[in-house]
């Protein structure tokens, strides 16, 4: 089975690009959103990438995981208390 090609614009696949880095857009969501495959989002974010982050994304990440380990432990507080009603 012979699959045919199709060329993404430039200004498309940045647009992909910078939905799922800064936006924080799920690959699938933006894989659907656009008709494409997930592994070739994945291709295109593997071939982007340099090594380590920079620092301002080190930062960045290091927010945005203490606030999603926030969010599981007053989650995880409040199935708890539900339980414990129960």
Same mark, same amino acid.
């Given at each position: ?30 894989? /659907? ?9 994945? #291709?295109? $974010? ?5 090594? =380590? ?8 990440? /290091? ?9 599981? #432990?007053? $989650? ?5 208390? =539900?339980?414990?009603?129960?």
């Amino acid at each position: 089975m012979n699959k045919k090609a199709h060329k993404i614009p430039a200004d498309v696949k940045a647009d992909i690009l910078r939905r799922v880095k800064e936006e924080g857009v799920p690959v699938l969501k933006a894989a /659907q959103d656009h008709g494409l495959s997930p592994r070739t989002i994945y #291709g295109w $974010l593997g071939k982007g990438a340099t090594g =380590a982050p920079s620092w301002n994304e080190f930062s960045r990440l /290091q927010k945005q995981n203490r606030e999603l380990f926030e969010v599981v #432990g007053e $989650l995880t507080v409040k199935l708890s208390t =539900a339980q414990k009603k129960n």
